[in-house]
């Protein structure tokens, strides 16, 4: 069974930085490419990064470039993004994401983590 | 790059849904489709304009041309409703990009 399972949120402090992790099952990590996707609350879908299947290429939404840091680990199967200088903005749903085909469509979502920012 | 839909659309069961999603030249790209229901991770229901993955019924279908793509579902029932995203790769810009989403109410 394919599954995502992300971990890592909770309530911080505006300032502080924190790494979300993405256990990954059900198939061959090492095959996909794999984003970051957050939701606001009562917002829609923000994309902010996406990592190649082996590493090699690494982007970002403007919002978030020089601020977070996607990575993974294959021998792990695990995806992470390390967020730094935190602000209220940043409060929201995050999930990772499976990257699939030639047009680069999602076509597996985890259920995602919720990270707080509030002082 | 910017992708624009409705903020909500209103139909009654067993009537068809359109929703639409639209930017210049949208149809020299393709766009995926997701379903969000509240509470709920977003499912993909339409990929590379028209294509359904499995375990999707056939009243969901897709268009797109000239400056706007068409999320439609036919015969539409209770369960349809949720929040539905447009998304397209902006190959030029290496971003991955998302519609403002749309509200879809079963009256």
């Known amino acids: 069974q394919v599954q995502l399972l992300e971990s890592g949120g909770g309530v911080v402090q505006p300032g502080t930085s924190l790494t979300l992790s993405c256990a990954a099952s059900?198939?061959?990590?090492?095959?996909?490419?794999m984003h970051w996707v957050r939701q606001a609350p009562g917002k829609g879908l923000e994309w902010l990064a996406v990592?190649?299947?082996?590493?090699?290429?690494?982007f970002y939404a403007d919002s978030v470039k020089g601020r977070f840091t996607i990575s993974r680990d294959n021998s792990q199967q695990t995806l992470f993004l390390q967020l730094n200088t935190l602000r209220a903005e940043d409060t929201g749903v995050y999930y990772c994401?499976?990257?699939?085909?030639?047009?680069?469509?999602?076509?597996?979502w985890g259920q995602g983590t919720l990270l707080s920012v509030s002082s | 790059y910017v992708l624009t839909q409705p903020p909500s659309v209103s139909v009654a069961p067993g009537k068809t849904a359109r929703i639409t999603c639209g930017e210049n030249?949208?149809?020299?790209?393709?766009v995926h489709w997701y379903q969000q229901k509240p509470g709920q991770a977003p499912v993909l229901v339409i990929y590379?304009?028209?294509d359904r993955p499995s375990g999707i019924p056939d009243r969901f279908s897709g268009l797109n041309s000239g400056s706007t793509a068409t999320l439609i579902i036919y015969r539409v029932e209770a369960g349809d409703e949720a929040d539905y995203f447009c998304?397209?790769?902006?190959?030029?810009?290496?971003?991955?990009?998302f519609g403002g989403g749309t509200k879809l109410t079963v009256l």
């Open positions: 994401a499976r990257d699939f085909g030639a047009y680069h469509y999602i076509d597996i």
């Open positions: 059900g198939f061959t990590f090492s095959s996909y490419g």
């Open positions: 990592i190649w299947y082996d590493g090699s290429k690494k």
């Open positions: 030249n949208v149809a020299d790209k393709s």
């Open positions: 590379y304009d028209s």
């Open positions: 998304q397209v790769w902006d190959k030029n810009g290496d971003s991955w990009v």
